[in-house]
């Protein structure tokens, strides 16, 4: 065999070697998560309150209350993302202002997340006076996942096709107009698929409403505006730490296959339509 | 004619979308501003030496020297663990995979991305620190090289699927140039495409180094908690504490505005600057691959 096979053969060799080891990696940690958490898995689990600090019952209220904070974050950020790319598509013209918007946009989905919890809960803790709240956190996962919506939604208003816009143009149609019959309809998928993705985000998150938005025992629904929520995030947080003891690991394990769970049904939900859209394209 | 009447057509619509866009663009310069100005009271006690002391006691003295190393140590560990893999899978996917099976690839790393953190951390703590504690021999599995190892785990998806399309978005004339030539495919790889995709690889790889240096909860459950540089500096299976394990850790009972809240935003301050810094460069880079 010539030097210049071998090579090329074990240069292969070396590429199928590492991308089986990653993809081994992610395999073991996915197939991990299944194991451990579905011996924990009943119907009484996914129903029932969580007693005696989580070691014993389920994660009902833990569930519900990540719920809450996604659905309303997600409730909250969507006008103001679906209003800033209409204004950043609609209303500014000059390339350079459009570049610094995008820039800004872009640097935000950058920041890490921990310092929105830091300087969340300063504005909406300690200014608007919410305290350690389910709005709190709310409000603060409302603006991680800004980015998200954002740039979801304009890529989806960029590539509407320019005769739509000028048809509604030869029409007379003023913005508000234009944007109610040709734009919000003709970018509704970037809408969807931008909204969850956020979701998927805002679940997955736990720096940013760790001490910012929830409390561990005595909680159940928020009663009030200013009461904490118990999420799965930092249910699983708090029983990690006692990974000594099996039962909190069990019921730590079963709350991690949940909270898998929805983040992976909102993820496939996205690329399911994204892909459906693209055979739609090539038809 | 028509833009320029809509721009001055003032309506309901305008002011709507036009609030959006300031709370949009404005936020992260509000953050910027804020970390500013809730660290002035630390540096007025420490002075610029805040960022190079090395002690770090709640109400006495603030250092930030053993959470910034720590950072720098657990992302770069994780950088160097993680880019054999991620730039071989992203070779393989982008040159030698047919369409579907790339696309179905690409799928499975946008799911895997979205691995809620708290999700590593568990695995982290219940596995990963006994793992390293009987492979390397340690009293404590809770190190500076746990930490990196389960981040290079978690940023591998990222990595790997950004290097893809910086990979593919090389021209296939290119390839088949060297084809004909008589390049070997893996030739073809080595010597035109990755030299052709190579800003966009490092914008790529400098994104992910951003994502890494601000992962908490992740870190936090298996770096140690322990503010000291490790002896040697470079004894990376030593406990040490990053700058987002550090918030998480003591937020909560600092939250307020004494010293010690100031100090943590601070860390914020040094943090936001140093991921700002990578993802600037990693987006100059992706744009010049364009």
């Known amino acids: 065999m010539n030097r210049r096979l071998l090579k090329e053969r074990l240069s292969m060799f070396a590429l199928y070697g590492l991308t089986a080891g990653g993809g081994l990696i992610l395999a073991v940690i996915l197939i991990t998560v299944f194991t451990k958490g579905a011996p924990a898995l009943s119907v009484s689990f996914l129903f029932e309150a969580s007693r005696n600090f989580g070691l014993e019952g389920g994660i009902f209220y833990q569930t519900l209350g990540t719920l809450i904070l996604m659905a309303g974050a997600a409730l909250v950020c969507l006008p103001v993302a679906l209003g800033s790319v209409l204004f950043q598509t609609e209303f500014l013209h000059s390339p350079q202002l459009k570049k610094i918007f995008r820039l800004l946009i872009y640097s935000l989905n950058a920041v890490p997340t921990i310092i929105f919890g830091l300087i969340g809960y300063l504005f909406f803790g300690v200014f608007l006076e919410a305290g350690v709240s389910w709005v709190t956190g709310v409000l603060i996962l409302a603006v991680m996942i800004l980015p998200t919506l954002h740039v979801s939604i304009h890529e989806a208003v960029e590539t509407i096709p320019k005769h739509y816009r000028e048809a509604g143009l030869a029409l007379g149609l003023s913005p508000g107009q234009q944007m109610r019959a040709v734009i919000l309809p003709q970018s509704l998928h970037g809408i969807v698929t931008g909204t969850l993705l956020g979701l998927a985000r805002a679940a997955g998150e736990t720096a940013a409403i760790m001490f910012t938005a929830t409390a561990f025992s005595g909680v159940d629904l928020p009663q009030s505006w200013t009461d904490p929520v118990t999420t799965l995030q930092t249910h699983i947080l708090v029983l990690a730490q006692e990974a000594a003891n099996p039962e909190a690991l069990t019921n730590a394990w079963g709350a991690g296959l949940v909270l898998l769970a929805i983040v992976f049904i909102l993820i496939t939900a996205t690329l399911w339509i994204r892909s459906g859209l693209e055979m739609e394209a090539e038809r | ?290």
């Open chain 2, 1 to 290: 004619m028509i833009q320029h009447s809509m721009f001055h057509e003032k309506g309901p619509v305008f002011w709507w979308t036009g609030l959006a866009g300031v709370m949009a663009a404005g936020t992260i310069v509000i953050l910027f501003a804020s970390l500013v100005i809730e660290s002035v009271p630390v540096f007025k006690a420490e002075g610029i030496s805040f960022l190079w002391g090395v002690d770090w006691f709640a109400g006495e003295n603030y250092g930030a020297l053993p959470m910034i190393f720590g950072s720098l140590a657990v992302t770069g560990l994780a950088v160097v663990m993680v880019l054999p893999f991620a730039l071989a899978s992203a070779i393989l996917t982008s040159e030698f995979l047919s369409g579907r099976a790339r696309l179905m690839v690409k799928a499975a790393m946008e799911l895997l991305a979205g691995v809620p953190g708290i999700i590593y951390g568990l695995m982290g703590i219940s596995l990963l620190t006994i793992w390293v504690r009987d492979v390397f021999g340690l009293i404590d599995g809770n190190t500076l090289f746990t930490a990196g190892l389960l981040l290079a785990v978690m940023i591998l998806p990222t990595i790997m699927t950004l290097s893809e399309d910086a990979l593919s978005s090389v021209p296939g004339e290119l390839r088949d140039t060297a084809l004909s030539l008589g390049l070997t495919r893996m030739e073809t790889v080595t010597k035109v495409v990755v030299p052709q995709a190579l800003p966009g690889l490092a914008g790529a790889v400098f994104l992910g180094i951003g994502r890494a240096m601000g992962e908490t909860i992740a870190v936090m459950l298996v770096i140690g908690g322990i503010d000291r540089l490790p002896q040697p500096w470079f004894n990376l299976f030593a406990p040490g504490q990053s700058i987002p394990s550090k918030i998480g850790r003591e937020a909560a009972e600092a939250l307020g505005f004494d010293v010690q809240w100031s100090a943590l935003i601070a860390l914020g301050l040094v943090l936001f600057v140093m991921v700002m810094t990578l993802t600037f460069a990693g987006n100059v880079l992706l744009r010049k691959a364009r």
